[in-house]
């Protein structure tokens, strides 16, 4: 009876805990949003100020800035992905 005790106590001892994997989740989404939207905002303040400094270079601005937020967005995006392929197929049981 009790090497039966002591096999379950151990085995709760080593299976790891799903407990904090919302938290976890919501921390692997939450802290690239977070990032994503401050960059983008910065992004966007300093090109305002440029097209307002140079109006005639607003096309090329335009066009750099779209590229550096489509990549900002994208590490966002595959976070998010990530997340929640953990939220619906848990690989650390």
């Not at 005790?5 to 690239?32: F, M, N, Q, Y």
């Not at 910065?42 to 097209?51: D, G, I, P, R, Y």
């Given at each position: 009876?009790?090497?039966?005790?002591?096999?379950?106590?151990?085995?709760?001892?080593?299976?790891?805990?799903?407990?904090?994997?919302?938290?976890?989740?919501?921390?692997?989404?939450?802290?690239?949003?977070?990032?994503?939207?401050?960059?983008?905002?910065l992004?966007?303040?300093?090109?305002?100020?440029?097209?307002?400094?140079?109006?005639?270079?607003?096309?090329?601005?335009?066009?750099?800035?779209?590229?550096a937020?489509?990549?900002?967005?994208?590490?966002?995006?595959?976070?998010?992905?990530?997340?929640?392929?953990?939220?619906?197929?848990?690989?650390?049981?």
């Amino acid at each position: 009876m009790a090497s039966v005790v002591a096999k379950a106590t151990e085995r709760t001892r080593t299976t790891p805990s799903t407990d904090l994997l919302p938290l976890a989740i919501a921390l692997l989404i939450g802290i690239p949003a977070v990032g994503s939207c401050i960059g983008i905002g910065l992004a966007s303040m300093k090109l305002l100020e440029c097209v307002a400094r140079q109006p005639e270079m607003a096309p090329e601005l335009q066009t750099r800035y779209f590229l550096a937020v489509g990549v900002t967005d994208g590490a966002f995006i595959i976070a998010t992905g990530i997340g929640l392929w953990f939220a619906t197929a848990n690989p650390f049981q």
